[in-house]
């Protein structure tokens, strides 16, 4: 289909389109008009994927000065599942260019070096951080060189020093033939104009003896659409290395946002634990020594960095190399003022750094050595530390990098072994530059396991704006949508912005496909709740297994149940067990269950669809938070039911939620039982909707407390939830609840003509053209 929308030219690669999809491109439009942000919330299973891409693509087409779409996701299968959209939109869109060449789109996936390397033995390592560690070690400039021989770049070449700067020649030195390969194609190292997913890319690479990651970070640069991680743009470590050179007339997408507040925090929270800070000591010990090495065999290198630094850390963008190991660049998270001044005198030169890192150590040692916790502000600890070992948090400002610049003057890689340090060297850098929006929190014990000795300090980040602030000021328009936003109002607020469109829309549908209800008495009429002073009680949990195992005789094919906590699905299933429960529901479904392995978890999963397919039925127990929760669907008769087993409520009495909770009161006038509801409400909103993947597919939704009953958690549903939740659904026993799954399940199993549709919740050409002719929607141009 291609129509216009309010004089946009837009090309939709289906015959119908939902009158969700064409609301959320008339507000996405409107959004892209006006250069500013938006939020936008559409309901699950409604094609929000490819509605944005057709309305931003085309918006491109016809506005040659708009920059890149930059879509973020937040697993790697979304990032596939993503830029598979994109081809099948430009293949559709170039059947309308059959007179002229059609436009030239080049979009690519960018991921980490463990999802796209190819190097037989590299990526045969087990986790990134040792693809990374090898890779480095094979493709960095120094190890190029002395496999070369080559004389290394800035060094003096007079006889004196000739020696030393012309290293010999080491024929021994393994280097990456993949990544010899691309460096040699040289301008021909270059991808055509095409859509590339992480597995093209990879056979791109095989084919050409070319390394897929390489490529991809140069050809972002000129890509159309790049699609990657949230931490490309929001960690500002890794931001500094891929994005820094974006310009400001892109479209950022942040896909599946409800959570994003949630990612911000992360990208500025560091802890440090006593063997990480030992760790962290010895590399302090390694780099003396090598400090010791250059000095006896190459003092110029010592002393080009020093004139480097004392020019500042601004001039340090232009000495910037190709890989991460070899990045100089200041961190954006840092304030412009800052990024201006030099480096202070007193850790210039590299001896003079280390000892400062040996005396930072030493007090952060000493603040481990606590018998009860203790809650501090940036503010209270800077001083401390100054009239404790006289160290000026102006200093530490700048500790990251001088740390990132004398590892590149020693070439030493970044992974070899020194994450320690740099955890040290990122928290003394974000407590050195904000005095507000943080605590440092210190810990004897594990919160989980009182009384067991496991110091540790947190630095944990309070406000989520922090983070997102560098993104809404770079990018002129930035989307922040999912299909569970509501409250959308509090978005704005966390994250302080001011959206230009916020919407949350409806879903159509010709049939009540969505059935939502609200438990709240077992088959005794008892009241269920996951409340702290029920969740233990017998009654309870009785109640729960009887409802689920009626359930299991009423239900077809699959059951997704989720829980509030890991401990506390391992507490009621084993009571289950005791109680027969767990052996009668499986003579009517199999049984699985998340762990916190990944791989035990993908086993399970890959078994239960299995027994879904066969006809044998399943039930999957997993936890609300958890990775089933956020990246999986269960479309079709993968997920006929789900149930909520309770209020997925944060850990309450943490710390640091604690402090966040205080810091959203003063800062933002949130109150903390808002808050609270808010966080756990869109919880259980992501994991009910994790059954609803198209209007064609149909579910019960279960929602298994007392609590919901109540409207301070039903107003925070989305709207498309809210509304199909009936008065006749709510304050529901099990009885009453299997009535209402019977009768629900013989309805979705009559046939169902999709064409009955058309012209209430599909709009087909022929209908689009009518809302035309009224004034009402857009042209069908052919």
Not at 291 to 304: C, G, P, Q
């Amino acid at each position: 289909m291609r129509f216009l929308l309010e004089g946009l030219t837009v090309y939709f690669p289906y015959e119908y389109i939902y009158p969700e999809q064409y609301k959320y491109m008339l507000e996405l439009k409107h959004a892209l008009d006006a250069k500013g942000h938006c939020l936008l919330e559409m309901p699950t299973g409604t094609g929000k994927t490819i509605t944005l891409l057709s309305l931003i693509t085309s918006y491109q087409l016809a506005h040659p000065e708009t920059g890149k779409l930059i879509y973020c996701t937040r697993t790697v299968p979304e990032m596939e599942k993503v830029l598979a959209e994109v081809k099948d939109l430009i293949e559709y869109r170039s059947r309308y260019f059959t007179d002229a060449p059609a436009p030239k789109l080049l979009a690519l996936g960018l991921s980490s070096r463990k999802n796209l390397c190819i190097h037989p033995r590299v990526a045969e390592e087990g986790s990134r951080e040792s693809v990374d560690a090898r890779c480095m070690r094979l493709t960095a400039s120094w190890v190029r060189e002395r496999a070369r021989g080559a004389a290394r770049p800035g060094a003096e070449t007079t006889d004196a020093g000739a020696a030393a700067a012309v290293p010999a020649a080491v024929p021994d030195i393994e280097l990456c033939e993949f990544f010899e390969g691309l460096e040699g194609a040289g301008a021909d190292g270059r991808l055509d104009a095409g859509v590339y997913t992480m597995h093209d890319l990879r056979a791109l690479g095989r084919k050409r003896r070319w390394c897929p990651y390489f490529l991809a970070r140069h050809m972002v640069a000129y890509a159309n659409v790049v699609v990657w991680n949230y931490q490309y743009l929001l960690d500002p470590k890794v931001a500094a290395m891929v994005s820094r050179e974006m310009e400001r007339e892109c479209i950022v997408v942040f896909d599946e946002a409800h959570n994003i507040d949630n990612v911000c925090i992360e990208a500025l929270s560091v802890e440090l634990r006593q063997q990480g800070l030992d760790a962290a000591g010895r590399n302090v010990a390694r780099l003396r020594s090598e400090i010791e090495r250059v000095k006896s065999t190459d003092a110029d290198r010592l002393k080009r960095e020093y004139q480097r630094l004392v020019q500042g850390l601004a001039s340090q963008g232009a000495l910037r190399g190709g890989g991460e190991s070899e990045q100089w660049l200041a961190n954006p998270a840092l304030p412009a003022d800052i990024l201006q001044e030099a480096v202070p005198g007193n850790i210039r030169r590299a001896e003079h750094f280390l000892a400062f890192l040996q005396r930072f150590l030493s007090f952060l040692r000493t603040r481990l050595n606590v018998n009860q916790v203790v809650s501090d502000t940036p503010t209270s600890f800077l001083t401390h530390l100054q009239s404790v070992v006289a160290i000026e948090g102006k200093t530490l400002r700048f500790c990251y990098d001088r740390l990132t610049s004398l590892m590149k003057t020693l070439e030493i890689s970044a992974t070899d072994d020194f994450g320690p340090i740099h955890r040290v060297a990122d928290f003394a850098t974000l407590v050195g530059t904000y005095t507000k929006g943080f605590a440092i929190i210190v810990e004897p014990y594990d919160e989980r396991m009182p009384g067991v000795p496991d110091p540790v300090i947190q630095l944990a980040c309070l406000d989520a704006s922090l983070a997102i602030k560098p993104v809404f000021a770079k990018f002129q328009s930035v989307v922040i949508t999912s299909g569970t936003l509501s409250p959308i109002d509090l978005y704005p607020r966390i994250l302080d912005f001011k959206p230009v469109c916020l919407a949350s829309l409806a879903m159509t549908l010709t049939r009540q496909c969505l059935c939502p209800v609200v438990l709240t008495r077992g088959g005794d009429q008892l009241p269920v709740s996951t409340k702290f002073d029920m969740r233990d009680d017998p009654a309870v949990t009785r109640n729960y297994g009887r409802m689920l195992l009626d359930l299991a005789a009423v239900v077809p094919d699959g059951i997704i149940c989720f829980f509030v906590s890991y401990s506390y699905m391992d507490s009621i299933v084993s009571r289950w067990n005791d109680m027969g429960i767990l052996s009668a529901l499986m003579t009517h479904k199999l049984v699985f269950i998340e762990t916190v392995d990944v791989v035990e978890t993908t086993l399970a999963l890959d078994n239960y669809r299995r027994a879904c397919d066969c006809g044998r039925g399943a039930i999957f127990f997993s936890v609300a938070r958890g990775k089933v929760a956020e990246g999986i669907d269960f479309d079709r008769h993968y997920g006929r039911c789900v149930v909520m087993f309770g209020v997925p409520y944060q850990y309450t009495l943490g710390r640091i939620l604690r402090a966040r909770l205080e810091y959203l009161r003063e800062t933002f006038q949130i109150k903390e039982s808002d808050f609270l509801a808010f966080d756990a409400v869109r919880q259980a909103a992501q994991c009910v909707g994790r059954v609803i993947r198209s209007k064609a597919d149909y579910g019960l939704m279960v929602f298994a407390d007392k609590r919901y009953q109540r409207h301070d958690k039903r107003d925070k549903l989305p709207g498309w939830i809210s509304s199909q939740l009936r008065d006749a659904h709510l304050n529901l026993s099990t009885d009453m609840l299997l009535c209402i799954a019977r009768e629900f399940m013989r309805a979705m199993a009559q046939p169902f003509d999709g064409g009955s549709a058309e012209g209430a919740s599909l709009l087909s050409e022929a209908a689009v053209n009518a809302l035309d002719t009224a004034g009402a929607g857009p042209m069908v141009l052919g």
